[in-house]
């Protein structure tokens, strides 16, 4: 062998891999996506003792070579892939001495592909001194592999390890089963012969995965199909096989390995009693989630409300120090707003990625799955769905992004496309302006308040919604995963600290960099909205308003008023306005649904320059609002039936392009983003539209 | 997916608490992965305790925890 180049970490999930990556590739981590799928796919690099720098991948955990989920697909799909073989990477195998059983069997398969192989066990130093009788020496034997201790944690034996790969000599790894094959030999042969492979167990894989390896060509898929065909090959039986023959060989590895395995951790059965009881249990994990929903939702207000003062008070202060002109109103307005719009989310994506770090890393999220199960399968989603759900609640943004430790491809996309129902903080805003016009004296219902009644409602309304779309969308998405449970309940474990801030620190880059760059252009395409009109319509309107009401007191008002309304905004607004009449909306309801596409909250400051009052002063645009009348006639615009409208619109629309970004970036693709545009709109719309038409009609 | 005969007890029957040897795994699309997951002939499971909607169930296979709805505890085979 030459010298090691790449180093791939491959392993079961739960065996201590991410600590492991984490401890060799430091901060220097690159994370994107594996091709034509949303798995993460990290990269970093190490250097060895010698001063070499290798590169290390980190492969998603998978239990087996014969795949049942996109995770392991991907696995499948790298470690076949003839350019990955060619380049002859070195794999480092993490395996957890506590299940070293079920452990060994992917190992046992990765031999049989011919890589070079080094074994990192872990959770070694967890067990009891009675329990350290396992004979690492023996397993290497065994093996015929250098094996080490390892702790990912501490980064103990990983020196010892990196020691080894820059002295690594040329070590051919024995067909695991020796000359047994599951599929005969000259089948086999058929087999290599096409795929120019001198590897049994690459041609063995290659017949019972041909229709899921996308190396394959068209033409070798069909060779295999046919020899498929012609020799009665079944594919599952085979695996089953397959597997069966090296836990026969594995089992007594484990034997010669360790005298006695260790008893099932103890501390977990005896906390797990409460945590998954069938009553106690849910109740905490419903706990849990309102913990999650309080964190984001209100802690994270404050780190939030500092980012938009220092951001308030810089626009401020640059627009007294630069001259009035067009640039500085670029450069405040335009690109500093955009700019804090992207950093004021960076709280709560921080924040409810640590909550998750340590909910994952601690084993919790297991139970989570386990618990809500049942009930989440109704709908198409899991347990890991409704802190997605939930986190919805204070801000779809987060919320989105936490999708990616959903592993089924198919429930991750259903959560991704129905979380903005859930009603946003950002939505707060809009309904208590909307509602205080709805219902203007307190009324009591019983001993709620009629205005709460309606804000819980709205709430509920969005619960409801997400939950109904997502059993409504499920039938018409491709699952191309079969749809189980049977999951590993991880043993209990302090989380390490690493991991969560690592994640947490990437999540927070990936949002800023990537989904920011779309958020930044949006608002700044709303900015030229906004600040530019149909020829010198903007001016003349100013003049006029300059002319004929020089002593009025809300004079500043007044003009921003005209120049909004006779900006591009202005302009759309009025266009759109045949569209969103049967709705009740007039223009300028038309303009606020334009400039709140960036952000829900915006509907509120937009209607008080269009009402001519002061952003900060609710109660006269509550009042200006209240009078307002449809052009020259003395119909009310906000009647009841407008108000109630125009409420159900903001629970279901998408009026959100930081949302709409990000969708794009855990997608992968514009398709979804716009195919949620569409449906929200749509479902916005439809719902406004018959609320109206009846509350006029009946009421 | 086989039908199993109703004669065949499957770990789906198995009462809280009561113990069962692994025969085999049924003939279905996830066969190969109860066995990868280490449901192996000569395996003792027991359910430990289950949701109040009767699924998924949580069990002990071996010296490892894992949960598993009734229909992929219906696929093993087991005898006691």
Redesign the interface.
Known sequence: MPEVKELLLVGNPNAGKTSVFNRLTGLQQQVGNFPGVTVERKKGSTTLPNGRIVSVLDLPGT??L?P?AMEEYIVLHHLLNPVVLAARPTIFYIADI??L??HL?LLSQIICLGYSVVVGVTMYDTLRESEKNYNLETLSAQLSLPVFAINGRTGEGLEAVKQYLTEAKGAVNLPFLGAYTVVAPSILNHIKERLGSNNNYIAQIALQHYTHLPHLSQADKAFLADISRKNDFKS??S??TD??KR?EKILPIQAAVCDA????ESM??KI?RYL????WG?LLFFGVLLGVFEAIFSFAAYPMDAIESLFTHLNTYLKAVLPDTMLTSLLTDGFLAGLGGILVFVPQIAILFLLIGILEETGYM?RA???S???MRRFGLNGRSLVSLFSGMACAIPAVMATRTISNQRERLLTILVTPLMSCSARIPVYVILIAILIPQPVRIGIFSAQSLVMFGLYFLGIVSALGMSALLKPFLPNQE?S??????PTYRVPYWRNVTLRAGQKVRSFVFDAGKIILTISLILWALGNFGPANSMDDAERKIRTSYTASPDFGHRIAEARLENSYLGTIGKFIEPAIRPLGFDWKIGIALVSSFAAREVFVGTMATIYSVGADDDDALRTRMKMATRGNTDEKVFTPATSVSLLLFYVFAMQCMSTIAVVKRETNSWKWAIFQLFYMTFLAYSTAFLAFTFINNCC | MERLSPLVKTAAMLAIGEIGIIEG?A?S??????????F??GKKIVI?????????L?A?L????????R??AALLIIRQ
Not at chain 1, 484 to 489: G, N, S, T
Not at chain 2, 48 to 56: E, S
Not at chain 2, 62 to 69: F, V
């Open positions: 239990y087996s014969h049942t506590t299940n059983e079920r069997l599952l039986p695996q089953v597997t069966l836990f395995p260790p008893a099932p977990t059965y797990d998954t009881h069938p009553v849910v297991a799955v386990y618990l199960d049942s009930l079969l189980y449970l049977v999951m590993e309940l | 795994v003939n699309e996830l066969s190969s992965k109860l066995v990868q997951m280490g192996l002939p430990l305790r289950t949701t109040f909607t009767g699924t998924p949580y002990q071996g010296e490892q925890y894992i949960a598993l709805r229909e992929e």
